[in-house]
């Protein structure tokens, strides 16, 4: 039995872990290296077992990688050998060659083999076969999995016994909200993204439903590093059901979902965001007059992208009337009850940029050009299906049911506006009045 394995750089740093017992500290791992090295140079063999201060490290080489681990209780040490080596065979069979780098690029999928290899510590299917059926290399492929019937005793209170679906399915929507600020220079001065996993379980019984993000994603307070740009989530929830003592273990989202809608999990990005659509505006005062608007937009995302149902509201005057619209896509229309002009675009595709204009009579001569700093900011809404800003993605999600039913699961991403999409990017100018000839 073992409390946790995990496979190390030639430099004895840990490339992945997983702890499957909670009784020897992960700190653990980093001190294996520093004991070889002391028994190397004390001329001493270092053998595959040894004992420190009441831990057993069990290990073995493979390639440019140590396979160790670590335990407290008296363990079938050979037991342990036997499973570091058939973890070797499988995960060699899965990627061909097992080395730092592969490590790196599987992360998710060897992450889930260590799941399915060993529970509690205790070795299971150590076969790749039967692996196989289970974890697939294009494991990002979203699949339902079916598992040999494992038993749920304990009472969840937030669902109850004997729920029956004829087709189960399971529908899974990942919704980031952005809300930002871009000041009159075009800068970018506040951002965030707001996330939200949503489900709609139909299944039957009491499944046991684990979902895998992307490994790019990391909670707050993880020393866990991704490769690349990080996706750094700050204030996560979690719903009821999720297991927080094996989330906090090794970061596995893994619940009895409740039957029907709810939310899974909330989190924020406070990451900057670059605006997805942009859009900017030139206003004409005609002293007193008619003020003239010529705006653009544009898609800041990429061209396999669209946006959908893009309305941009730009502000006027309280009293402007008889406006005059043109615009090269969409359609314009003015809401006096809102003091704005809202420019609706159906669909908006990544890079694409267009333009209106808008004409509008002043009846009241006003004064110098009067709270034109209190004006309201440009805002828009949006919804871009398919695409999350912060990169976040759901690499699998399994449904195990002891029955082995099939289960249909159904990703979805959309991001859309916040409640505060502003652009202070209005730039007013005024004409001088043509002053008559005398
Ligand atoms: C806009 O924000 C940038 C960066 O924070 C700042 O340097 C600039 O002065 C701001 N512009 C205005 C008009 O406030």
Redesign the pocket.
């Given at each position: 039995m073992a409390s946790l394995i995990a496979i190390l750089d030639l430099k004895g740093k840990p490339l992945i872990q997983r702890s499957y017992r909670d009784d020897v500290p992960p700190s653990y791992i980093e001190r294996f290296l520093p004991i070889v090295l002391d028994l190397e140079e004390e001329g001493q063999q270092v053998t595959p077992c040894f004992t420190r201060e009441g831990v057993n490290y069990m290990h073995i080489r493979h390639s440019n990688l140590y396979l160790l681990a670590l335990s407290k209780r008296n363990s079938n040490a050979a037991e342990i050998i036997l499973f570091l080596h058939r973890l070797v065979q499988v995960l060699v069979e899965y990627f061909k060659e097992l080395e730092e780098e592969s490590i790196r690029d599987n992360f998710v999928i060897i992450y889930e083999l260590l799941d399915e290899m060993m529970d509690f510590g205790y070795p299971q299917t150590t076969e790749s076969k039967i692996l196989q059926e289970y974890i697939t290399q294009e494991s990002y492929k979203l699949e339902a999995q079916v598992r040999p019937p494992i038993a749920v005793t304990n009472a969840v209170s937030w669902r109850s016994e004997g729920i029956r679906y004829r087709k189960n399915e399971v529908f899974l929507d990942v919704i980031e909200s952005v809300n930002l600020l871009v000041?009159?220079?075009?800068?970018?001065?506040r951002s965030e993204i707001l996330g939200s996993v949503k489900m709609k379980c139909y299944l039957s019984g009491m499944p046991e439903l684990r979902l895998g993000l992307n490994d790019k994603v990391m909670f707050e307070t993880t020393g866990r590093t991704a490769r690349g740009k990080a996706i750094e989530m700050e204030d996560v929830k979690f719903h009821q059901c999720v297991r927080l003592a094996r989330f906090e273990n090794d970061r596995t989202i893994s619940f009895i979902p409740p039957d029907g809608e709810f939310e899974l999990m909330s989190y924020r990005l406070s990451t900057p965001v670059k605006p997805l659509i942009w859009v900017e505006a030139a206003v004409e005062h005609h002293k007193g007059s008619r003020v003239e608007y010529m705006v653009k937009c544009k898609a800041q995302f990429k061209r396999r992208s669209s946006a959908n149902n893009v309305e941009i509201y730009v502000p006027v005057p309280d009293d402007a009337d008889t406006p005059k619209f043109r615009a090269s896509t969409g359609t314009v229309q003015y809401a006096p009850d809102k003091s704005a002009f809202i420019w609706k675009i159906k669909q908006l595709g990544g890079s694409r940029e267009f333009l209106m204009r808008a004409h509008f009579g002043l009846p009241s001569v006003r004064g110098e050009q009067d709270s034109m700093d209190k004006r309201a900011p440009i805002t828009v809404k949006f919804e871009i299906p398919y695409f999350t800003v912060s990169g976040i993605q759901v690499r699998y999600l399994k449904i195990v049911e002891k029955s082995g039913y099939q289960a249909l699961p159904w990703v979805r991403y959309i991001t859309q506006n916040g409640d505060d999409y502003s652009l202070?990017t209005a730039l007013e100018k005024t004409s001088a009045p043509i002053v008559p000839m005398m």
């Open positions: 000041n009159s220079s075009g800068n970018v001065v202070r």
